[in-house]
């Protein structure tokens, strides 16, 4: 007797790099992004399905990033998959917060994923939200390709998710822009289901990617 079972195929897409001064922490703001790499646009959206359904957030660097890969391609806003509230930090750079309050940032570092900038939320906080949120859109959409033009604070909480690992144990990890990251969601019975890494932080490149 055969045990049928539901994949959802989910693909992660950092958005474009940000029109911002190096070393900047843009956390929830509006910024602008640049799009001028239309070759890395390009290999980015060769992989991509079609019929998948195209979710961003509210920022606007997810918004303009999607219509640059697929354009005219209607989204579904998921404001649960925003980046991480930097509070207070948000539009400064590392250097000046370091040179400026440095005992906060000590502390901050201390333990960067469940300590919250002044003001914002920790990146723990933003893992349970995240999780949360990609349950409910897995179960949404079960079966289907979802692709999440998002950010790299979230697209760190999907990956440990997914590898069953605590938040810290992902912030090590690069997450490029335009880059992929390729995880599916096997639903069988009644249960959570299991997840499976299939690649990360991949460049974009030409063909097909399953």
Known sequence: MSVGYAVTRWWWVRHAPLSLP??????RLDADVDLSDTGMIEGARSWLPDNAVWLTTPLGRSIRSAAALRPGQPTVSVAD???????AWQGRTH?????S???VAERFWQDPAGNAPPGGESFATLSDRVGMAVRRETATYQGRDIVMV???GPIRAALALCLGLPP?????VAVDHWH??????????????QWRLIGANIPPCRGRLR
Do not use: C, N, P
Not at 22 to 27: D, K, L, P, Q, V
Not at 95 to 99: F, P, T, V
């Open 22 to 27: 190096a070393g900047t922490i843009a956390g």
């Open 81 to 87: 998959l925003t980046e991480q509230d930097f509070g």
């Open 95 to 99: 250097a000046e917060i370091w040179d």
């Open 101 to 103: 309050e440095r005992e």
């Open 150 to 152: 998002g950010h790299a």
């Open 168 to 172: 810290a144990g992902v912030l090590s």
């Open 180 to 193: 992929l990251f390729r995880m599916d969601h096997l639903a069988l019975g009644d249960g959570d289901g």
